[in-house]
């Protein structure tokens, strides 16, 4: 399975990347609620930028973080200055034992346990 970073979500729900849809029809990815938060809680979201990523999550499976997820995001911050976003998604997929898509592979690179995909360059 697959976990789907923010910025992926954010890219297939502008309407921009119609293969990152059909990635996201065929590859069936879940997310983090820390996607959720950073995705919806931007404070510029415009009222159909909010019904377009509102309907993307209505179809993605959303994973909530437990202690455990916690525990490994504080020691992947331990070993590197990392958001405490990006430390809690890793650590989502690494519990979940998923593989994490995302555009931004140069942020997650440097785990080396975590399977890292960009959809983008494939």
Sequence with gaps: M???DSN???YAASGNYPHLVDWFAENQPVA???SLVEVLGYYKLSA???AALEEL???LTVLYPNAEIFQIATELRQ???VSVGDALIAATALHHDLTLATHNTE???WIESLTVIDPLSE
């Design 48 to 50: 159909k930028e909010k």
């Design 79 to 81: 070993q590197r200055s």
């Design 57 to 59: 999550f209505s179809e």
């Design 107 to 109: 942020d997650f690179d």
């Design 8 to 10: 992926l979500i954010i």
């Design 2 to 4: 697959i976990l789907a």
């Design 32 to 34: 983090s609620a820390v």
